[in-house]
């Protein structure tokens, strides 16, 4: 499950995701529709989960 | 292997070519040879996902559960090793779902011809065994966007704790296609336990339009609900033909980039200060580092990327431990950008420092 989602920039570009799941794991995962943690992050989104952005 | 010479007015028969592979099998790792992830994993609970053996996700929603590439085989039929369930810590059957699944791209499936006249019968072949005699269903879904579709056979394990070989042919389905995807389009399902949602229906075994009571039969046997519950799986084939085959085993280094295509693991225990990552690396700052890296089989997507212990920059001037921050991906290639206190301009590579086992970075496309 995941606890939080933060965006990730290389270079100035936004490029990933940070995603920090319950048992602590983290993720580095691409802005991509067919990779599917994006696709979970879209549903934590859409179950309320805010993406935190601390800029480039 | 004998070597069969044909002659210039020779036909090439199925006979003279017996023993090729031809990739008939539509299943990634269905002999469950490729364990990357590892082989045993405790303490399972109502995460689904991908644990040992490569390509095999897991749904546990009852109890807790261990799930490990077992060694416990079907005699005498050529596999080494098997998907093994086992619940050490019991909830109520049937109350949720334990399955096993496996989803399969949808441009892997094109052969099928589906939504046409010319549509394929498929097989699907497995062995199974588990503790709990009774009723079980196997189905599967074409989760095609503009009509899913659904179809599935019912089986009974007949015998305790004793492996049994289960076969079904289903015809072709002549109205839907299934969608050129590198998505899944297809997802399999080995069910053992499912809420009564699941099975107020009927398990049909033509291609039916999606309802999700008709996923498993009523009298679903139901694993979970003790700790002697347990299930093992292997031999799975599933091909275009209207009967099975002996099971395809191809060699284990094409399984393995087979399975590559959807994980990966950049690591290695020895030698210890070997490079993790296939390019060097160089420090852009004093606080970063990137490293660019092909990867060795070329991905379904762009992949997410974890770190998994201690992961260090080897330079000319000595190591230091980094962490992943960022990526950006394709799926020929990663670039990882670490963080750490570096001398800035320095080139170096990515190791793990110490040898351990528990250094790695996981690379994961998977369905």
């Given amino acids: ?56 | 292997m004998a070597i069969t010479r044909l002659g210039p007015n020779q036909d090439i028969t199925a006979a003279k070519i017996a023993g090729t592979i031809n990739f008939k099998n539509l299943i990634i790792n269905g002999d469950m040879s490729i364990a990357q992830r590892g082989t045993s994993v405790t303490g399972v609970t109502t995460t689904d996902g991908y644990y040992t053996c490569d390509r095999w996700r897991s749904q546990t929603d009852i109890g807790t559960w261990t799930i490990s590439q077992s060694t416990d085989v079907p005699t005498g039929q050529g596999f080494a090793n098997s998907f093994k369930m086992d619940c050490t810590s019991a909830g109520t059957s049937n109350a949720d779902e334990v399955s096993i699944r496996q989803y399969i791209e949808g441009q892997f499936l094109q052969q099928l011809a589906y939504g046409t006249s010319s549509a394929k019968s498929i097989t699907i072949s497995f062995w199974i065994k588990s503790n709990k005699t009774g009723d079980y269903t196997f189905s599967i879904k074409n989760v095609n966007s503009s009509q899913e579709r659904l179809l599935g056979f019912n089986y009974t394990i007949d015998s305790a704790n004793t492996w049994e070989k289960k076969t079904f042919t289903f015809s072709g389905d002549t109205s839907t296609s299934i969608e050129n995807t590198n998505s899944a389009e297809f997802e399999l399902y080995w069910w053992f336990s499912a809420a009564s949602a699941l099975r107020t229906g009927t398990v049909s075994n033509t291609w039916q339009n999606y309802s999700a009571g008709n996923h498993a039969i009523s009298t679903l046997a139901g694993l979970g609900g003790s700790t002697d519950d347990e299930v093992y799986l292997t031999g799975v084939q599933l091909e275009a033909d209207t009967s099975a085959s002996d099971f395809e085993f191809i060699p284990y280094d094409v399984n393995l980039q087979r399975c590559q295509r959807y994980y990966q693991i950049f690591g290695s225990t020895a030698p210890t200060s070997c490079n993790m990552t296939n390019g060097m690396a160089y420090s852009a700052n004093s606080s970063e580092v990137f490293c660019p890296t092909i990867l060795p089989v070329v991905m379904r997507t762009g992949p997410s990327v974890t770190q998994n212990g201690t992961i260090a920059y080897r330079t000319p001037g000595g190591t230091t431990n980094v962490t992943l921050n960022s990526t950006a991906v394709s799926e020929k290639e990663v670039f990882m950008n670490f963080s750490g206190s570096f001398t800035s301009g320095d080139p170096g590579y990515i190791r793990n420092p110490d040898g351990s086992s528990s250094n790695y970075l996981e690379v994961d496309a998977e369905l």
Avoid at chain 1, 2 to 20: A, D, F, P, R
Avoid at chain 1, 24 to 51: A, D, S, T
């Fill in chain 1, 1 to 56: 499950m995941i606890n939080s989602v933060e965006k990730q920039y290389l270079e100035g570009e936004h490029t990933s995701y940070k995603v920090v799941l319950d048992d602590g794991k983290i993720l580095l995962v691409p802005h991509n529709e067919e990779n599917r943690h994006y696709q979970e992050i879209l549903e934590w989104v859409e179950n309320g989960g805010v993406i935190v952005d601390n800029g480039a």
